[in-house]
């Protein structure tokens, strides 16, 4: 699997990015759908023979188990210098002033709460989740810009927010001497496009590795229109995602389908195909819960959409309200 480079920046990473959020203790935190540890590690271990190196958590994920099995896998199954490992801050973990948000009463707890988690000296890339509104971003940024030079972080990324909002954060790092964002990982796929707008623009524009979650729209790509399945009846952060326009959304799923057919492979593969194929994308984040999820992740690099193709799953999106910040 080839190695790309995240933006200008000197760091690469895999075409294809595992994420992480999947892997955790279902009965720690909001995600009672994830895989515990002797059910996740496989998925670890298989990744990393296929030639995936780049692996995404959060110190939220299933309250901190997600960082502990994937610290505990990599550490088994992996080199440290062979391997990119990146993780983000935001969410509560707690009570108290150091637990949420990004201050850097937070940003130096949680920092090191993570590694301790991780079982490692340092994340390559280490994520903003949000967007904190309590916190001047100067604040924030000079705070990251610590971790970087205390070694503890080799690089800095950002997650879902207003393009405004991400270009007031790198102004802030230029005008402090402090150390700017690399990447962005936002919401893209073929039902939520909205970042082509300004984000994805603006990245390129600043040479920013884009990172995108849930290329898959929560699975909804994945399976014919009207399917459900154990995630979606638990998941009530992506209840409130992909419930804006059903007919073009269902339009959408069932070209998915089409192409897929055509080409005798799975739908996985043709929307991740997609996502891969933008401009402005590095690599999506995919998350796996089934072998066959991290099979046709892999499987997808491989594939290449033609012109006609890429026309077809584009023609029946409507513009919609941008969600998932």
């Known amino acids: 699997m080839d190695q790309i480079r995240l933006g200008d920046s000197g760091l690469k990473v895999s075409q294809i990015i595992l994420g992480c959020m999947s892997f955790g203790d279902p009965a720690r935190g909001n995600h009672p759908w994830s895989l515990d540890e002797q059910s996740s590690r496989p998925f670890i271990q298989q990744a990393l023979e296929a030639g995936i190196t780049t ?3 959060a110190n939220a994920y299933s309250d901190g188990s997600s960082e502990e099995i994937v610290g505990r896998a990599l550490a088994d199954f992996a080199q440290r210098d ?11 973990m707690g009570q108290g002033p150091s637990q949420s948000g990004l201050s850097r009463a937070a940003i130096m707890a949680q ?3 993570s590694l301790r988690r991780l079982g490692t000296d340092h994340v390559d890339l280490y994520q903003i989740h949000r ?7 100067e604040e924030t940024m000079e705070a990251l810009h610590d971790v970087v030079k205390a070694g503890k972080a080799r690089y800095l990324g950002a997650s879902s927010m207003y ?13 402090g001497g402090w150390t700017r964002f690399v990447s962005m990982q936002d919401q893209y796929n073929l039902l939520q496009r909205e970042e082509e707008r300004e984000m994805l623009p603006f990245c390129e524009d600043q040479g920013v590795g884009v990172i995108p979650w849930s290329p898959l729209a929560r699975g909804r790509l994945t399976r014919p229109w009207g399917e459900h399945t154990q995630r979606t009846e638990t998941d ?3 209840k409130r995602l992909y419930q804006q326009a059903e007919d073009a959304d269902r339009a ?5 389908g089409a192409i897929a057919s055509d080409r005798g492979v799975s739908r996985a593969q043709v929307a991740l195909a997609w996502v891969r ?9 995919v998350g796996a819960t089934k072998q066959s999820h991290l099979t046709d992740a892999i499987a997808s690099a491989e594939l290449e959409l033609s012109g006609e193709e890429l026309r077809r799953l584009e023609s029946p999106y409507t513009p919609r309200e941008p969600n998932g910040f």
């Open 236 to 238: 009530d952060f992506g």
């Open 111 to 113: 920092i090191d709460a």
């Open 252 to 256: 959408v799923v069932d070209v998915v």
């Open 277 to 285: 194929q933008q401009g402005a994308v590095t690599a999506p984040i």
């Open 55 to 57: 692996f995404d958590t």
């Open 163 to 175: 393009a405004w909002q991400f270009a007031k954060a790198q102004y802030a790092a230029d005008l």
């Open 131 to 137: 967007w904190d509104p309590h916190t001047p971003i």
């Open 82 to 92: 062979e391997i990119v490992l990146a993780s983000k801050v935001f969410m509560p």
